[in-house]
């Protein structure tokens, strides 16, 4: 059976919202209807999204590591958000794991979105039912487009190939080896939800004491151009 | 969690029909089996009219609930494995028992028994399809108890019950003082088992942590963005933006309007003979009840707010 999934490398995400904006941009214009906006140009914007990119910092300064992490629906093998739904308008595809909602079934009772722990459903404020991340299943299949381009619209805009995409029930499959081997793990793994999606953890970097001194440093502008000695000095 | 106003109504405004629906059947049950003199057959029918009045409203507030309450029929479809969807199923099955109950006792038929228990296993079978809802989601830590059903169920009965014995009040003063006992016993076993659960919930320690969900292994992490700037659904939906002291006043209202005010109330009224309070009482204990529902709700933490806790 295939599961498709996302994979996204920690080490790697810039936190540019590009995935953001190309997932907005795609699922904004497709046969599904618009992921509306309210007051996007005023003073509190909101609006729907499928996917966030979320800012962290890790550690005490100054060993502190700014993490960004990008948070969408997991396509959970075993999701609490289907069970609970009265009208079978949230599912789960056999043929190939992706977890859906029908939009003509919802009823917009929001049940389904207090059953994710995660939070990845966003209720569309215009159109009264419940949305979340599709994998772009409107464009992952469509033979019009070039192979190359059937992805999710997130995995194509990232310029840093921070999100990969694929089947991870098979071992060869690129997913399925950065998981392996590069220890990809669940969210919340204390919920049996078994999210189909990972998250490659940060590789150590190097150790701040092994880097060249202060001034002979390359990528260090305060050594080379010290504008403030003053502050050396404190 | 965010309290939700249409929610609160549904299961108070539910329970206190189920409540005095049960407590129409132990009356007409007590009689039967020779403990107390029969009741008038107008009693039986204007009590199934006020628990048809509460079960219609409490429907019509869940409608409110919805963003398409045009489709709402639609969620009889998965009762295989939905407790939402099983309510929806029991809640206009019981009506239907209780204005089947109400119609027979109109007419004086002797089926009265036969619907009776019907209503008995709907109304049951409503309780547990309601306080399911919540407490099977397991990572709603403060739901997740068997105590949420027995709540439910002890809430709604007691409420029902004072009610009934307030609807006595106004024409059949014979069957008050047991109905008034009875409420006060129900209060009393309710007041054990929330507090039970207030306890409980004060104990809980979150399963997820900042750690769990987002996979990083620091001791400390803290949020420097959440991805929207001007709040999301899930800003709205989670969080009841009530301070502690707010929580802690609720707390202190409902434990005083639900429990310790009614009890003392209906045994002041009981030893003075001045039934007509029960009335009062009853409108008091469902402002409290009111209150306690929206607690319950209020006190819930959901795990998704551990991804909403720094806008930039």
Known sequence: ?234 | MKPAWSVIFLTTLIGAGQGLFLAMVGIEAAARVGMMAPVAADFFVTGSFFVTLLLVCGLGASFLHLGHPERAWRAIVMWRTSWLSREVIVLPAFIAAVIAYGYAHAQGLNCTGWVAAAGVLLCVALFVCTAMIYSCLKFLQEWHTPLTSVNFFLLGTASGTLLAAALAATAWPLIVPRLAMAAAVLIAAGAVTRSLSLVRNARLRPKSTVQSATGIANLKIVQKAQGAMGGSFNTREFFHGRSTAALRLVKWFFLLAVFVLPLAMILLALEQGRSQWLVVVFGLQYAGLLAERWFFFAQARHPQNLYYQAIS
């Open chain 1, 1 to 234: 059976m295939t599961q498709l999934a996302l994979v996204i490398d920690l080490n790697v995400c810039v936190g540019c919202h590009a995935c953001v904006t190309s997932c907005k941009q795609w699922n904004d214009s497709g046969s599904a209807g618009p992921l509306s906006d309210q007051n996007p140009y005023g003073k509190d914007p909101s609006g729907t999204f499928f996917n966030r990119v979320q800012t962290w910092e890790a550690g005490e300064f100054p060993a502190t590591e700014t993490v960004h992490f990008p948070k969408s629906c997991l396509h959970c093998e075993d999701p609490p958000c289907v069970p609970v739904c009265p009208t079978g308008a949230s599912y789960k595809r056999a043929e190939d794991g992706i977890v859906l909602i029908d939009y003509d079934k919802c009823i917009g009772c929001k049940y389904c979105a207090w059953a994710c722990p995660y939070g990845a459903r966003e209720v569309d404020e215009q159109q009264h039912v419940m949305k979340k991340c599709t994998l772009c299943v409107d464009r992952i299949y469509d033979a019009k487009l070039p192979e190359a381009e059937r992805k999710p619209a997130c995995v194509i805009a990232c310029p840093t190939s921070a999100r990969l995409f694929g089947d991870v029930h098979d071992p060869e499959s690129e997913v399925s080896k950065a998981i392996s081997e590069r220890g990809g793990y669940a969210l919340m793994p204390e919920w049996e939800t078994n999210p189909a999606n990972r998250y490659l953890p940060r590789k150590p970097t190097t150790e701040v004491a092994a880097a060249p001194a202060q001034g002979e440093d390359p990528r260090s502008i305060d050594g080379a151009f010290d504008l403030n000695p003053a502050r050396g000095q404190a």
